[in-house]
T-cell receptor, first 110, second 113 residues
Framework: QQPVQSPQAVILREGEDAVINCSSS?????VHWYRQKHGEAPVFLMI?????EQKGHEKISASFNEKKQQSSLYLTASQLSYSGTYFC???????????FGTGTRLTVIP | SAVISQKPSRDICQRGTSLTIQCQVD?????MFWYRQQPGQSLTLIAT?????????ESGFVIDKFPISRPNLTFSTLTVSNMSPEDSSIYLC??????????FGPGTRLTVL
């Protein structure tokens, strides 16, 4: 049931943009995005709900294609603080039981 | 959001012993969850802790190995029983209030010798 993320890793220079993809083989109720820095807990970024509602971070955007069970996270004008591992968490039922993706390690360099 | 604390933050344990990890939330929450995360890996859901009923375990995890308690709406414990080196991992609890997403505690780093 684990969603697959791509790319596995990406290196950006400050100011560049990135897209992280999350793909599930199951029908989804919602997709949740988190960022985790080394040695820290995952931090919530955004939730995308079936039907189009979104809640989340001002500077980060995302999309959710319900038919394809795919979500993409868009990071624009990246900052050094964006570095970390990004995980998507997928919820199939609306009960918020999340199955986390394989992760994408993002490194932003000066 | 919710503020979540876990105790202990880390521990080193001997094979065959058990460790109980505590998770405290600063406000009442509907659901609490327990995850395991190997270093450099993704998070794997162990179980969902329901207040007033037995926990719901995911495939590959059983109550005898990972007993969970949820005595009230702000607290839960996970016990890792009869530990082996394969249980070495980071254990995270999370909580949600059914109005948005899950918020995570800082984790418990467990090493089993």
């Amino acid at each position: 049931q684990q969603p697959v993320q791509s790319p596995q890793a990406v290196i950006l220079r400050e100011g560049e943009d990135a897209v992280i993809n999350c793909s599930s083989s199951k029908a989804l109720y919602s997709v949740h995005w988190y960022r985790q820095k080394h040695g820290e807990a995952p931090v919530f970024l955004m939730i995308l709900l079936k039907g189009g509602e979104q809640k989340g971070h001002e500077k980060i955007s995302a999309s959710f294609n319900e038919k394809k069970q795919q979500s993409s996270l868009y990071l624009t004008a990246s900052q050094l603080s964006y570095s970390g591992t990004y995980f998507c968490g997928t919820d199939q039922t609306g009960a918020n039981n999340l199955f986390f993706g394989t992760g994408t390690r993002l490194t932003v360099i000066p | 959001s919710a503020v979540i604390s876990q105790k202990p933050s880390r521990d080193i344990c001997q094979r065959g012993t058990s460790l109980t990890i505590q998770c405290q939330v600063d406000s009442q929450v509907t659901m609490m969850f327990w995850y395991r995360q190997q270093p450099g890996q993704s998070l794997t859901l162990i179980a969902t802790a329901n207040q007033g009923s037995e926990a719901t375990y995911e495939s590959g995890f059983v109550i005898d190995k990972f007993p969970i308690s949820r005595p009230n709406l702000t607290f839960s414990t996970l016990t890792v029983s009869n530990m082996s080196p394969e249980d070495s991992s980071i254990y995270l609890c999370s909580a949600d209030r059914r109005t948005d997403t899950q918020y995570f505690g800082p984790g418990t780093r467990l090493t089993v010798l």
